[in-house]
């Protein structure tokens, strides 16, 4: 989908889907007997109404005192669902939103990603992250409160890998000579990068290493505020080309984890001001493109929404289907 937004010359917006039933953020009852045909299923109607990519999150375990705030501890492996998702679908494009760089030896996840956007034929976006759970950092035998060191150092380790050549990398935490690490990605000179983290210190990560920023469930008025600290603080401006993706739920239905949502609203003519309006605030604060949460009642609610999107949503916003 297309929009322009500001003055200049027009920019992309890009709409994506953060899927459900892989993980049990903002679960549903109807995505605990889901399995992965219905997660397929969503994404390919999210295909078909022009979407552009769809997320896959990552958690290697869930402590048991979490499991009342989540319901489940059910996440789905990101590196094994790219494959399924990819097998499944033509033009959607498949974004980590977000692995977590510290917790995987970086010769596998550079393996593991380039191996998916070949057999996806380059539609991957690789989106990385640090985590906030410390008990996942002592499982991996990571420091904590290096996880950012381990993180910049493993991300740089796994870009030199993806040249494909005989590659030597000598940082803090990965140190390897003269390895290989093949295929490269089909995307050259790489895949695009995504970073979270909703602190200034993913968006500086994000500036230096990636090509955008993907804060989780923040405000336009907290994408304002730190696009301002790291500026004043830092110096850092984003250039034009970088994105800042934020989570949008246009229909409602987010609750706080461990509480019930709030109602669902029902998607027809009467949002679609809201939403129009919705969107412009983002964007006047400095957002780029929107991954749709979409806690919909049942997986009919859930279509019904898509369809909407693409057909009345869309076009009432300036998006125009490609």
């Known amino acids: 989908m297309n929009a322009a937004s500001g003055p200049g010359s027009p920019r992309r917006v890009e709409l994506g889907l953060f899927l459900p039933i892989v993980q049990p953020i903002n679960r549903q009852r109807w995505e605990d007997t889901a399995g992965p045909a219905v997660v397929l299923e969503i994404a390919r109607h999210a295909e078909s109404v022009g979407l552009d990519f769809v997320t896959v999150q990552d958690h290697g375990a869930i402590a048991v005192s979490?499991?009342?705030?989540?319901?489940?501890?059910?996440?789905?492996?990101?590196?094994?669902?790219?494959?399924?998702?990819?097998?499944?679908?033509?033009?959607?494009?498949?974004?980590?939103?977000?692995?977590?760089?510290?917790?995987?030896?970086?010769?596998?996840?550079?393996?593991?990603?380039?191996?998916?956007?070949?057999?996806?034929?380059?539609?991957?976006?690789?989106?990385?992250?640090?985590?906030?759970?410390d008990y996942e950092a002592r499982a991996a035998r990571v420091p904590f409160d290096r996880r950012g060191s381990v993180a910049d150092d493993y991300l740089r380790a796994i870009l030199a890998l993806w040249s494909g050549?005989?590659?030597?990398?000598?940082?803090?935490?990965?140190?390897?000579?003269?390895l290989i690490c093949a295929p490269a990605p089909a995307q050259r000179p790489r895949p695009p990068l995504w970073i979270g983290g909703n602190r200034p210190v993913g968006l500086r990560r994000a500036l230096r290493l990636a090509d955008a920023w993907v804060p989780w469930n923040v405000t336009p008025a907290h994408i304002q505020s730190t696009l301002r600290a790291v500026t004043d603080g830092y110096g850092l401006v984003a250039p034009d080309d970088f994105r800042i993706v934020v989570s949008w739920a246009p229909l409602g239905g987010r609750g706080p984890r461990g509480e019930p949502p709030p109602p669902y609203r029902r998607p027809g003519p009467a949002e679609i001001s809201r939403c129009v309006d919705e969107m412009g605030q983002w964007l006047q604060a400095g957002a780029t493109d929107f991954v749709l949460d979409l806690p919909a009642p049942s997986c009919r609610s859930l279509i019904e929404s898509l369809d909407w999107i693409g057909s009345e949503l869309g076009p009432a916003a300036g998006l125009a289907r490609t």
């Open 66 to 133: 979490e499991l009342a705030s989540y319901g489940s501890a059910r996440f789905y492996d990101p590196m094994v669902l790219l494959g399924y998702l990819a097998a499944g679908t033509q033009r959607l494009r498949l974004a980590t939103h977000v692995i977590q760089l510290h917790l995987r030896s970086p010769l596998v996840t550079a393996k593991a990603l380039a191996t998916a956007d070949v057999v996806s034929g380059g539609r991957l976006i690789a989106g990385f992250g640090v985590g906030s759970r």
């Open 165 to 178: 050549e005989p590659t030597t990398y000598h940082g803090p935490w990965a140190d390897f000579d003269d």
